[in-house]
């Protein structure tokens, strides 16, 4: 499976957009991309997944690069309550490929 | 929604002693995972079901650890005997498919003295 890295923390200001950078510069043609944060002392959260394209919901966007190889998930106006640690992960699209966390970035929101 | 619902919130027990911790996974998920949470390794997968068969357990930790899922609604994690080294926050998580995002429960810390 590809690795993937990231920063060990980040810090934002409350408002501003929160920029989440990965590198997954071993990234096969049919592995996603996959973001869950964890709150503390909570359960990790899907946030958003990709493949090629750009994506967004209601929650974040991320931003693939064209070769794949490094993505961004940005939180457009970042609030205290985003304050956790986010997981960048990478697997396979089929049934059997297992969701490996990382260390992930601890993001700090400063008021 | 009540969303993935772990029994106890927090266990504390004996060296020796078995644990069981329970999961309840969101209605109509056909898939259930169990995961491990300590400082030193981070979150690990130890055991995930698909239509309540065991799939891979390639990370449950040794013969101590066992898990059940007699039916959609409802999966045990069982640790007999327990040992100090078992102490972490267990989450369970379910999702609609192996591929699909995964909802997680609240998690259950466990401490054993």
């Known amino acids: 499976d590809a690795k993937t890295t990231q920063p060990t923390s980040m810090d934002c200001a409350e408002g501003r957009a929160a920029n989440l950078p990965c590198n997954h510069s071993?990234?096969?043609?049919?592995?996603?991309v996959y973001w869950y944060r964890q709150i503390h002392s909570q359960g990790p959260q899907y946030i958003i997944h990709?493949?090629?394209n750009n994506e967004t919901n209601e929650m974040a966007s991320l931003i693939i690069t064209e070769d794949r190889k490094s993505s961004t998930l940005i939180l457009p106006h970042a609030t205290l309550r985003d304050t956790a640690v986010y997981y960048c992960?990478?697997?396979?699209?089929?049934?059997?490929?297992?969701?490996?966390f990382g260390k992930g970035t601890r993001l700090h929101i400063l008021p | 929604d009540a969303g993935v619902i772990q029994s106890p919130r927090h266990e504390v027990t004996e060296m020796g002693q078995e644990v069981t911790l329970r999961c309840k996974p969101i209605?109509?998920?056909?898939?259930l995972f169990w995961y491990r949470q300590t400082m030193m390794r981070g979150l690990e997968l130890l055991i995930y079901?698909?239509?309540?068969?065991?799939?891979?357990d390639s990370g449950m930790p040794e013969d101590r650890f066992s898990a059940k899922m007699p039916n959609a609604s409802f999966s045990t994690l069982k640790i007999q005997p327990s040992e100090p080294r078992d102490s972490a926050v267990y989450f369970c998580?379910?999702?609609?498919?192996?591929?699909?995002?995964?909802?997680f429960g609240p998690g259950t810390r466990l401490t054993v003295l």
């Open positions: 992960i990478v697997r396979r699209g089929n049934r059997d490929d297992k969701i490996i």
């Open positions: 071993t990234i096969s043609g049919n592995e996603y």
């Open positions: 990709g493949l090629k």
């Open positions: 998580a379910s999702s609609l498919g192996r591929d699909r995002e995964q909802f």
């Open positions: 209605s109509g998920h056909n898939s």
């Open positions: 079901f698909n239509n309540n068969v065991p799939i891979d």
